[in-house]
Nanobody
Framework: QVLLGESGGGLVQPGGSLRVSCAASGRTFSIYDIGWFRQAPGKEREFVAA????????AYADSVKGRFTISRDSAQNTVYLQMNSLKPEDTAVYCC????????????????WGQGNQVTVSS
């Protein structure tokens, strides 16, 4: 079983930046797609970004395209989400998901989930 742990969240002012990380145990992390999802209070879980197992392709939600960048370091079993120009509406619990395929936007296509990390954008 692959275990995922997120870090790097916190409080940031509007317009600021944060980078959240997702570190995985095991040796199979690099052969599957990785996704980031977020969920704000009272709202549905929302797809944010995904990256292919080989790092050669990415996908982004329209709401974050141009502001967020997903990347991965397969050698260290770590995926990053760089978040720039943050807005209050980006406030949510951010969770990484492993074992995915096809840069899917759907949570059901991911097998492993982290615990989540709070990102709060507020002045």
């Amino acid at each position: 079983q692959v275990l995922l742990g997120e870090s790097g969240g916190g409080l940031v002012q509007p317009g600021g930046s944060l980078r959240v990380s997702c570190a995985a145990s095991g040796r199979t992390f690099s052969i599957y797609d990785i996704g980031w999802f977020r969920q704000a209070p009272g709202k549905e879980r929302e797809f944010v970004a995904a990256i292919a197992w080989n790092g050669g392709a990415t996908a982004y939600a329209d709401s974050v395209k141009g502001r967020f960048t997903i990347s991965r370091d397969s050698a260290q079993n770590t995926v990053y989400l760089q978040m720039n120009s943050l807005k209050p509406e980006d406030t949510a619990v951010y969770c990484c998901a492993g074992g995915g395929w096809g840069l899917s936007h759907y949570p059901r296509h991911y097998a492993y989930w982290g615990q989540g990390n709070q990102v709060t954008v507020s002045s």
